[in-house]
């Protein structure tokens, strides 16, 4: 499974941002597709999961303001991020846990990151 992120950049406080990441390869093994962000100096942090029967669950900064989507019958997923705070301001990450895959259990593959930027 390889994951391809696109999007992401700078914006003022109150500001939108989309970011967008694709899933190819064994995407059959995929089960749950995930963001992440990580803050400077801080671990990184859970933002939002699809789950495969299309719940989506988000981080409790995150509730109201960012909304994880799909495209249907693919494996495409969105972030969008509505009223940016300068607190915002991290590299995002794009996951998928391939666990359905015996062989995959265990190997969460990452996007390549993404910066995004928030100014006051």
């Known amino acids: 499974v390889e994951l391809v992120q696109t999007g992401g950049g700078s914006v003022q406080t109150g500001g939108s941002l989309r970011l967008s990441c694709e899933a190819a390869g064994d995407t059959w093994c995929i089960a749950d597709l995930e963001w992440y962000r990580q803050m400077p100096g801080k671990e990184r942090e859970l933002v939002a999961t699809?789950?495969?029967?299309?719940?989506?669950n988000y981080g409790q900064s995150v509730k109201g303001r960012f909304t994880m989507s799909s495209d249907n019958g693919s494996y495409k997923v969105y972030l969008q991020m509505a009223n940016l705070q300068p607190d915002d301001t991290a590299v995002y990450y794009c996951?998928?846990?391939?666990?359905?895959?015996?062989?995959?259990?265990?190997?969460?593959?990452w996007g390549q990151g993404t910066q995004v930027t928030v100014s006051s």
């Open positions: 699809l789950s495969p029967s299309g719940n989506i």
């Open positions: 996951a998928a846990d391939p666990r359905l895959c015996d062989a995959r259990k265990g190997s969460r593959v």
